[in-house]
């Protein structure tokens, strides 16, 4: 009996068709709506347990991430010193110990007049108390009565005792943030010394042409936007700086030139450091003065000075080589605040423009259609 190769052939593929069900569009797996919930559990548990891992090692990682971002602006320091005829390491010394020591300096000026606020912060809360009491008695739907700041959680007695609490605290974290600064700077300098290395091994991990030259794209991209932005902004801010000086000295306010200090450290943290800024203005100007008015004018003057800053000076400067989105910007203050406290507010900033470069970098560039010759 002869066989007929073709109806073999089709007698195999009907008992695999049979076997393996119905047949699913080329190139495609059948997967039901189970199958896509267990995927996305998985890839949100991976998520829940980096950010737990991220929040636990926040001791090492806090320095560590300071140091890298550190060193990213500082980079293009440290190639012209090397181009200069200065070897790596003692260039990356030189770098890391004029940082240190003007980090050192901006923070011996603002301990003493801290300080000084914290020893009279029981005479500061009185006073403050006496003299918005009066304001917040007129609002009818607040409730507040003479009674409200003697008896309670709003008692003096009771801030006196958080403020003594919170001052404990910071003291109890003097010795690990010690060991953090030595971290930082140790890896501040090694990072610095051994940037191009890293650099070069970076590329090399990928092993197609492409990869490596979008690579070094990106690398290259977030230097110039990290040490142009920073550049600016210190430039910018000192100026701000001076004119917070002049709006305390015309407030009358101790100390202005502290008071432009305060307000240069603080530009580098959006939103959270104006505000800072503004409130303690505000409640400074209210102790100052006998009118509300009066009190309230430096920190509006203040409020004006920075929106003029931000919206029109800085966009001037900067023109479209870094556009900055707000929202963007916010979320993550407000997320690494929430992570990793002070620190975390102080690396969402470069942390963001880094991301952003990034995103901008690798997003897919459309070709421009070519016009078409008439006739």
Not at 122 to 135: A, G
Not at 213 to 222: D, Q, S
Request: positive net charge.
């Amino acid at each position: 009996m002869r066989h007929d190769p073709e109806r073999v052939l089709k007698e195999r593929a009907d008992v695999g068709y049979e076997m393996l069900g119905p047949a699913s569009p080329a190139g495609t797996s059948r997967k039901d709506g189970l199958d896509l919930a267990a995927g996305w559990a998985l890839i949100g548990i991976f998520l829940l347990m980096a950010l737990a891992a991220v929040y636990l090692m926040a001791p090492i990682l806090i320095p560590l991430s300071l140091a890298v971002v550190t060193g990213l602006i500082l980079g293009l320091a440290a190639e012209r010193l090397t181009d200069a005829g200065i070897p790596p390491l003692p260039a990356a010394l030189l770098l890391a110990t004029a940082f240190g020591v003007g980090v050192f300096v901006i923070t011996g000026m603002l301990v003493e007049p801290l300080t000084a606020l914290a020893n009279n912060a029981p005479d500061v809360i009185r006073d403050t108390i006496d003299r918005i009491r009066p304001s917040l008695e007129r609002i009818e739907w607040l409730n507040i009565r003479a009674e409200t700041f003697s008896t309670g959680a709003m008692s003096l007695e009771s801030l006196l005792e958080n403020t003594s609490s919170l001052v404990a605290m910071v003291s109890a974290g003097v010795a690990p943030a010690l060991l953090q600064a030595l971290i930082f700077f140790a890896a501040l300098v090694l990072f610095l010394a051994g940037r191009l290395k890293l650099r070069r091994m970076l590329i090399l991990a990928f092993p197609r042409r492409g990869q490596r030259l979008a690579a070094i794209r990106v690398m290259n991209a977030i230097d110039r936007s990290l040490g142009y932005y920073f550049a600016i902004a210190v430039v910018v801010y000192a100026v701000f700086g001076l004119v917070t000086a002049v709006i305390a000295y015309a407030g009358g306010f101790a100390m202005p030139a502290l008071w432009g200090l305060f307000a240069f450290v603080a530009s580098f943290v959006p939103f959270l450091g104006v505000a800072v800024v503004s409130a303690a203005m505000a409640v400074t100007g209210l102790l100052t003065h006998d009118t509300t008015i009066a009190g309230l004018s430096p920190a509006i003057a203040f409020l004006a000075a920075n929106l003029v800053v931000e919206n029109f000076v800085f966009p001037s400067v900067m023109g479209r080589r870094l556009q900055l989105n707000a929202f963007i910007i916010f979320t993550a203050i407000i997320f690494w605040t929430w992570l990793w406290g002070p620190a975390g507010a102080m690396l969402a900033l470069p942390l963001s423009i880094i991301g952003m470069t990034i995103a901008d970098e690798l997003r897919p560039v459309k070709k421009k259609s070519r016009p078409s010759l008439p006739g």
